[in-house]
């Protein structure tokens, strides 16, 4: 993004990689078990190595740390167990040194209930000056406050229980929408917006190159606040479509534009996570001219493997689902917006464990499909630390090896209604968002290389196999295979420019498609089974070379009606008239 608002083709991320690093995960420097900024700046040659452009730093503000650190208590400054601001400064000029740009999570839906803001609007009463820096409302009319069903509405909350905590001082309820210690702002609110615009202002002028939004497209509620429909085998309403893209946020994100970004000529990024968003939405959030947001995040992809009761009920995954919904989002966004491309964040299981196969046979091979099919598509290609190593999901043993407060809330609430723990620790194990926080596995010694103390998350027992010290040297590791992704996206136009045609949409063990721009056209092959698949070709593509493969030897010419092996990925290329 720039004050120009050039086209999303020609913008300077088109052609990037994100790389997201979740800081209490990463690498730790003093010994403590958490990881911190020093321990970023130490590992920074990891990244430069593997080629990507820019580094998503999820949050590392001052916090009480219920979510950890999505739960906001001072917005600029380094919480202790981080660091300090000068090692903000450090790694940020490492990050710059080494050609790459570093973007901030920008968390503004809600803060802590532990930031000033709060304290004084909880602290002032109906009455106080901040009082309406939140969103406050009495109880039900005719219900007792603090007694079930009192709650101004009947919206649950994303980590189970209502959507509102009573404040008994003044008898009212404040809105949660996560934790009930991470309140909600009130947008409404000019003075709360122009608050974070000048916060904004103030990260860009000490050199971030921008930010990606927390659950930005929450941020507009209709002012009403009705009941939401309780959903079959649910406690609570669903309050979604009064708040997710709500009534003024193309405004909100418009003014941000104009009060944050306009006039700034550096080269910015900016990209807004929306669960819920459609593809029309996403066309006007991410419309050059509308001068919103870059790009967007959306959840459908990572939704289709969930049952009607939610994440934790899982349900195994059909390719042609997975066409479909990347598909839509590829021909929808294909002249007006940008897609972002991730298999993996914070919030995900391990896309090798969840679509692919993390047995011994075959991890390696399907960890590299994963990746050459999503790196393939139209948008920017976000890695999540580990992604590029195959990191898998743990195999945690009981509920005392959780620490995510998503996970360790729904096994209260369903042990409390009679579940059967060991179905439900495996649902756990599944889906639970820890997966993607145990810590990063840089080598085979104890503790993976992360903390010379004990980690704050245990580490995955696998990591005497699958981590980087193994992989850097290995040419045909999952590691090298990324860097081969990344660098083909820099190198050749297609990838960034060409257009998306699906190929075989309705077959259920091989995702193909093909991407063209001007007169290359590359085809792309992933087998999602452990099976030999045979595959037929539109013709013209016998003898066609071969771009990139997952295999470890030699690929052979392209036939008419190819057979790919168990995991099998192939990028194969081509000039057309």
């Known amino acids: 993004m720039s004050h120009n608002a050039p086209g999303p083709a020609t913008a300077w991320w088109s052609d990037a990689v994100v790389y997201q690093i979740y800081p209490r995960s990463f690498a730790d420097s003093d010994g403590d078990g958490v990881g911190d900024l020093p321990g970023i700046t130490a590992r920074l040659d990891h990244l430069e190595r593997l080629g990507v452009d820019v580094v998503w730093l999820s949050p590392v503000y001052p916090s009480p740390q219920d979510d950890n650190g999505y739960d906001i208590s001072d917005y600029q400054d380094i919480d202790p167990l981080f660091g300090t601001l000068d090692d903000f400064d450090r790694l940020l000029a490492e990050v710059h040194s080494r050609g790459m740009k570093l973007v901030m999570d920008l968390v503004v839906n809600h803060t802590s209930d532990e930031h000033p803001w709060f304290e004084e609007s909880r602290d002032g009463g109906p ?61 409404e609110n000019p003075e709360v917006r122009q608050a974070v615009y000048a916060m904004m202002r103030w990260w860009l002028d000490r050199g971030v190159d921008g930010f990606r939004m927390d659950v930005v497209n929450l941020i507009s ?74 790009m967007v995040f959306q959840f459908e992809h990572v939704g289709l493997d969930h049952g009607p009761a939610g994440k934790f009920d899982r349900r195994p995954l059909r390719l042609t689902d997975l066409k479909t919904s990347l598909g839509r989002w590829q021909e929808g966004l294909a002249t007006t917006g940008w897609n972002s491309l991730y298999w993996n964040n914070h919030d995900q299981p391990r896309i090798v464990s969840r679509f692919g196969d993390d047995s011994p046979a075959h991890r390696v091979r399907s960890a590299k499909m994963l990746a050459t099919v999503l790196h393939l598509h139209r948008g920017t290609p976000y890695v999540y630390q580990g992604e590029e190593l195959g990191m898998a999901n743990a195999p945690f043993a009981s509920i005392d090896d959780f620490r995510d407060i ?46 010379t103390g004990t980690p704050w998350l245990g580490v995955n027992p696998d990591h005497t196999e699958v ?111």
């Not at 792309?524 to 593509?541: H, M, Y």
Request: proline share 9%; charged share 25%; glycine share 10%.
């Open 406 to 451: 998503e996970t360790l809330n729904h096994h209260r609430d369903e042990m409390a209604d009679g579940a059967d723990e060991a179905e439900l620790l495996d649902a756990l194990r599944a889906v639970s968002r820890d997966n993607a926080r145990t810590p990063v596995q840089w080598d085979a010694t104890a503790h993976a290389g992360f903390t």
């Open 127 to 187: 009455d106080g000056p901040r009082r309406d820096w939140y969103v406050w409302r009495p109880a039900r009319p005719g219900r007792t406050p603090g007694t079930p069903g009192a709650e101004p509405n009947n919206w649950g909350s994303f980590f189970s229980g209502p959507a509102w905590a009573l404040d008994e001082a003044s008898g009212e309820y404040y809105l949660h929408l996560f934790s009930r210690k991470q309140p909600d702002l009130n947008w």
């Open 467 to 577: 981590n980087a010290a193994a992989q850097l040297d290995d040419p045909n590791s999952v590691f090298h295979h990324y860097r081969a992704l990344i660098a083909l996206r820099h190198t050749e136009p297609a990838v960034v420019h060409g257009d998306f045609r699906m190929l075989l949409p309705d077959d259920e063990r091989v995702y193909a498609f093909t991407r063209r721009h001007e007169d290359t056209e590359l085809l792309v092959l992933g087998n999602f089974t452990g099976d030999d698949v045979p595959v037929d070709l539109p013709a013209g593509w016998a003898g066609a070379d071969t771009v990139l493969t997952n295999l470890d030897g030699p690929d052979g010419p392209l036939t008419d009606r190819p057979v790919l092996g168990p995991w099998e990925a192939r990028v194969h290329r081509r000039v057309v008239g």
């Open 221 to 294: 509620k209709h002012p009403d606040l009705p009941d939401g429909r309780v959903p079959e085998l649910g406690r609570y309403g669903d309050g979604s479509p009064f708040y997710v893209c709500g009534p003024r946020i193309h405004e909100y994100l418009a003014e941000m534009h104009r009060e944050v970004f306009a006039g700034r000529t550096g080269p910015l990024l900016t990209v807004g996570e929306m669960p819920g968003v459609t593809v029309e939405e996403a066309r006007l959030f991410t419309d050059p001219a509308r001068r919103e947001l870059d």
